[in-house]
């Protein structure tokens, strides 16, 4: 057994959560150990490679790698162990391809984006500029000041003090949805619609669902920030930050397998692994998802109480068929953008099967792929449910058919993409699952129904003393940046119960 005092903090988990509050609390001084059921670091920001490809395992748009402001926290989360990572501009957030002929690109340039949107809405050109205006207020807030833990009221005292005016106008937007907001100013019912699929393609909900202040983030700091691909893939991050931590001393494991956390007299004192190994620690961090944490690490019948009500407020996103596909190069016309989003019918944009996502990471980093080939990630939700029960042979039939109803679909923005097809791999929500350990492979906590803003979401601490969960379960949810912005939370309040 290895014993409490040789280490501060167990991290059970390397997704960017996890690794952000271990090289956190490592570069503090904190002796840290992250524990890691997998075979490399990242979680849903890993990779894997086939054939000359290296796929990102889930996201690929991503924020926070900007040079300036307070909301880079990728590129301030690598900076404080002394490693960086190149990044490559993206000129386009997304390319929009949806109902009724909405064909429309988001430029990295914020005027460049209104102008594109106006053109389709003349008579909302005020009310667009409005909406995404007041979002821009929500970002100047928050970039106007250090991102740390909400729960250590001397931080928020000095917050204040240094920035009173963006603190209540964060206060203000803390309970609001962006698609309140976007009433306020928009009528247009396909615009409004339009604003519910900007949401969606990140929150997995409508802008009625969809907490103002992580839309006035994403809205806001793709125009300044901008999105930026990681040179080399994805999953660098998560390497970088490994190579980080051992630079600070951290240590990490791999195929370590918690599973249970232990607690003594109600406090969390060290985990168990699979292998039946004990490790203790002053505190405990679980990156793994809070149903995985409070239903799998520790008894079902003991959750406590606030974690019901949680659950009360939020379920399970579904997860996702993802198809990582090798093609010719001749099958993207010229011109082609790194992102894009497919729907065809407004009613089906939040099912299964509906809105359909495109990731083209080799057009931002070419040596992703074989010379002459490149990479497309498509990916659309899926529930689980869909994918149980199956015998094998069952299971990768029905993989097939809706790998190619997705390929027929893409068919119509890339003409030839069935016959200069290189590579197919598909993933379905078990894979999500097998391979992510997230329960049911779900993609993070979406509102059970309209709640207010951010109000509901759980910071670091837990009710069972000693134990901190992070990632996309905590405060402000999913996404690269938010789970970074949750890692630098929780590494803040567990320094100042560490008293570090
Ligand atoms: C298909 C897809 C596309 C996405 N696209 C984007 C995008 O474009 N941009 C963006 O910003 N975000 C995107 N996201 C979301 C983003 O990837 C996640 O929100 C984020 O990576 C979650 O990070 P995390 O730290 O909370 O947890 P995770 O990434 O889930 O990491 C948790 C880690 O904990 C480990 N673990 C779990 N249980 C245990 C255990 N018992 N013992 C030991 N280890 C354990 C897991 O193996 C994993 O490594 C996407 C996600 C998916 C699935």
């Known amino acids: 057994m290895t014993k ?12 960017i959560g996890g690794l952000v509050t271990a090289t956190q609390l490592a570069a503090k001084g904190a002796k840290v150990l992250v524990l890691e059921r997998y075979l490399i670091p990242g979680g849903s920001a890993g990779y894997f490679e086939r054939q000359g490809y290296r796929f990102d395992v889930g996201a690929s748009m991503i924020f926070g790698l900007g040079q300036n402001g307070t909301t880079n926290l990728l590129t301030r989360a690598l900076s404080s162990v002394n490693v960086s990572q190149e990044a490559i501009a993206d000129p386009v ?53 250090d991102l740390l833990s909400l729960e250590e009221p001397r931080y928020l005292l000095r917050v204040f003090f240094q920035h009173p005016l ?37 929150s997995v909900v409508p802008s009625d669902m969809t907490p103002m202040i992580n839309a006035g983030m994403v809205f806001s700091d793709r125009h300044y920030g901008g999105v930026n691909y990681p040179k080399g893939g994805v999953g660098q991050i998560a390497q970088k930050l490994v190579e980080g931590l051992e630079k600070a001393e951290g240590r990490i494991q791999y195929q370590a397998r918690v599973t249970k956390i232990l607690t003594e007299q109600g406090k969390a004192v060290g985990v168990q692994l699979a292998n039946g190994k004990v490790y203790q620690a002053k505190r405990i961090v679980s990156n793994a998802t809070r149903w995985d944490t409070f239903e799998q690490l520790l008894p079902a019948t003991e959750m406590p109480h606030n974690e019901k009500k949680w ?21 993207l016309p010229a011109g082609t953008e790194c992102h894009h989003i497919l729907l065809e019918d407004w009613e089906k944009m939040t099912a ?18 074989p010379n002459g080939y490149h990479i497309i990630h498509a990916f659309t939700p899926h529930w689980i449910d869909d ?4 015998s094998p042979s069952e299971y990768e039939a029905k993989k097939e058919e809706a790998a190619w109803r997705i390929i027929d679909r893409l068919e119509k923005i890339f003409p030839g993409l069935d016959a200069g097809l290189d590579y197919l791999e598909v993933g379905t929500p078990r894979t999500h699952r097998r391979f992510l350990g997230r329960e049911d492979g779900t993609y993070g ?31 402000p949810g999913q996404g690269l940046n938010a789970v970074a912005f949750s890692g630098f939370a929780c590494a803040h309040r567990i320094a100042v119960d560490l008293g570090l």
């Open 4 to 15: 409490m005092q040789d280490i501060d903090a167990i991290v059970i988990g390397s997704g």
């Open 93 to 145: 957030q997304i390319h929009y391809h949806l109902p009724q002929g909405l064909d429309l690109k988001v430029d990295r340039i914020y005027e460049k984006f209104l102008q594109n949107l106006t053109a389709h809405f003349r008579h909302e050109e005020q009310g667009i500029r409005r909406f995404y205006d007041e979002c821009q207020k929500v970002f100047k807030c928050l970039n106007s000041m």
């Open 166 to 202: 963006a603190c209540l106008g964060l206060a203000k937007y803390l309970p609001q949805n962006a698609g309140d907001v976007a009433r306020r100013y928009i009528k247009d019912p396909q615009l409004l619609k339009f604003i519910d699929m900007e949401c969606y393609c990140w």
């Open 311 to 331: 659950q009360q407020n939020y379920q399970k996103s579904p997860s996702f068929l993802s198809l990582h596909i090798g093609v010719r190069e001749s099958v």
């Open 352 to 369: 299964a099967e509906g809105t359909v996502f495109v990731s083209i990471p080799t057009l931002l980093d070419p040596d992703l792929a």
């Open 387 to 390: 994918w149980q029960e199956l």
């Open 445 to 475: 906590p979406i509102p059970r129904r309209k709640l207010w803003g951010l109000l509901n979401m759980p910071f670091n601490r837990t009710a069972i003393s000693g134990l901190y969960c992070v990632g996309d379960s905590t405060f």
